[in-house]
């Protein structure tokens, strides 16, 4: 129990115990107007009783409360439970607009790879043979070189003999 609750049963026994213990006070007769006319009656007791309707008053206002609000609740449960199926299908179509992309682009960067392979490939055969073409004349240009020197050391050699 709540507080209020607990609270409110409280007040309202203290209220019946106050009754009981006044029973023969709440049902003195007394004279009362009711502006056309006056009767006589128990002032006690037609008092118990408005505050007996009050209080089922009351308690019908809060069980519609409840209930209302039980309602709305439910409503914006079932709101809050369409809002997530809608997501989940909005992101369930963004995974497979994703992985469909991902399955066309696949192949064509495949491809390109390939294709930039086979291009790098020719690149470096002909970088290797442009390399042992030139590493040929290089060898080829230093072997002369190496000859003109022997020639020139053989001239002066004999030269000086």
């Not at 409280?10 to 106050?18: I, K, M, P, T």
């Not at 029973?23 to 006319?37: E, K």
């Not at 190496?146 to 002066?156: C, H, K, N, S, T």
Request: hydrophobic letters at 50%; zero cysteines; charged letters at 20%.
């Amino acid at each position: 129990m709540t507080i209020r609750t607990l609270l409110v049963s409280l007040v309202l026994l203290l209220l019946a115990l106050f009754a009981a213990a006044n029973w023969n006070a709440f049902m003195a007769p007394t004279t009362l107007s009711l502006l056309l006319t006056s009767i006589q009656a128990p002032l006690g007791l037609i008092m118990l009783g408005f505050t007996a309707l009050l209080t089922a008053l009351f308690l019908i206002f809060i069980a519609a409360l409840q209930a209302s609000l039980l309602v709305e609740s439910r409503r914006q449960a079932r709101e809050l439970q369409a809002q997530r199926l809608l997501a989940d299908q909005a992101e369930t179509s963004r995974i497979a607009e994703l992985h469909g992309y991902l399955e066309a682009g696949l192949p064509k960067l495949a491809e390109e790879i390939a294709a930039s392979r086979g291009v790098m490939e020719k690149r470096i055969d002909r970088l290797e043979q442009d390399l042992r073409s030139l590493v040929e004349q290089t060898g080829n240009s230093l072997a002369a070189s190496l000859g003109e020197l022997e020639d020139r050391l053989e001239r002066e050699k004999t030269g000086r003999d």
